[in-house]
């Protein structure tokens, strides 16, 4: 099989609103996201770290790196999902999240699995 897929992760984000958490006045908007991480690759890979760029309206940038998601570094074989949710807040009512998590594969091999950009949006405030 293709080198490409031997390494290949697939990221799937659910975001969603978190309105009793946020505070509108003060400018504090919070969101919980849902993520899907999937092994959609021929060899098992552990997550090891994670890098966020996490961008606000006003284009003001928070970069958050570290150790796992969510206390865990989940090893995942062949056709295995995780999904974990957390969450962040923002200064704007919409916003995106973008990034990567650090894998490491059975075989040695370190790669990068991509996380699309998604948006974080306060209902009814985007088409």
């Known amino acids: ?21 946020s505070d509108e006045a003060a400018s504090r908007y919070v969101f919980a996201y849902t993520i899907t991480i999937s092994n959609t690759g021929t060899i098992p ?4 770290s994670r890098h966020w760029i996490i961008t ?18 989940p090893m995942l074989q062949p056709g295995q999902k995780f999904a974990y949710t957390s969450g962040t807040a923002i200064a704007t009512p919409v916003g995106s ?31």
């Open 1 to 21: 099989m293709a080198e490409s897929r031997k390494y290949h992760i697939t990221v799937t984000p659910v975001t969603q609103y978190i309105a009793d958490q």
């Open 56 to 73: 606000d309206a006003n284009q003001a940038v928070q970069e958050v790196r570290g150790l796992g998601v969510v206390g865990e570094q």
């Open 97 to 127: 999240m973008r990034g990567s998590y650090q894998m490491v594969a059975e075989d040695g091999e370190h790669f990068d699995a991509e996380i699309p950009e998604f948006a974080l949006s306060m209902p009814r405030v985007l088409h």
């Open 45 to 48: 890979a552990q997550l090891v």
